[in-house]
């Protein structure tokens, strides 16, 4: 099982980004996929989630902003970011619900 994520970068107050993450060794498009984030000095939390079905949940700090989206034919799934803010500077993660393996992550800062 592995877990790629891109499209991290440095973006201003009120820019936009879209993140990637290919999934392997699993049945991608069985999977419930979940992106999550972790800021300097807090915890791991909980993002977003794209299930199989089409279904997709958001913690209520980022709905309206952010979008989960996937594309099961690149074992993909994406993440758009609109309307950053200073507190959406993490490392953001990808993962199959449930896995225990880790991607690398990928770093986003919002500042101006």
């Known amino acids: 099982v592995q877990f790629v994520e891109s499209g991290g970068g440095l973006v201003q107050p009120g820019g936009s980004l879209r993140l990637s993450c290919a999934g392997s060794g699993f049945r991608f498009d069985e999977a419930i996929m979940i992106w999550l984030r972790q800021a300097p000095g807090k915890v791991r939390e909980w993002v977003a989630t794209?299930?199989?079905?089409?279904?997709?949940f958001y913690t209520d700090s980022v709905k309206g902003r952010f979008t989960v989206s996937r594309d099961n034919s690149k074992n993909t799934v994406y993440l758009q970011m609109d309307s950053l803010g200073v507190d959406d500077t993490a490392v953001y993660y990808c993962q199959e619900h449930g896995s225990t393996t880790w991607g690398q992550g990928t770093q986003v800062t919002v500042s101006s």
């Open positions: 794209s299930a199989p079905g089409g279904a997709t």
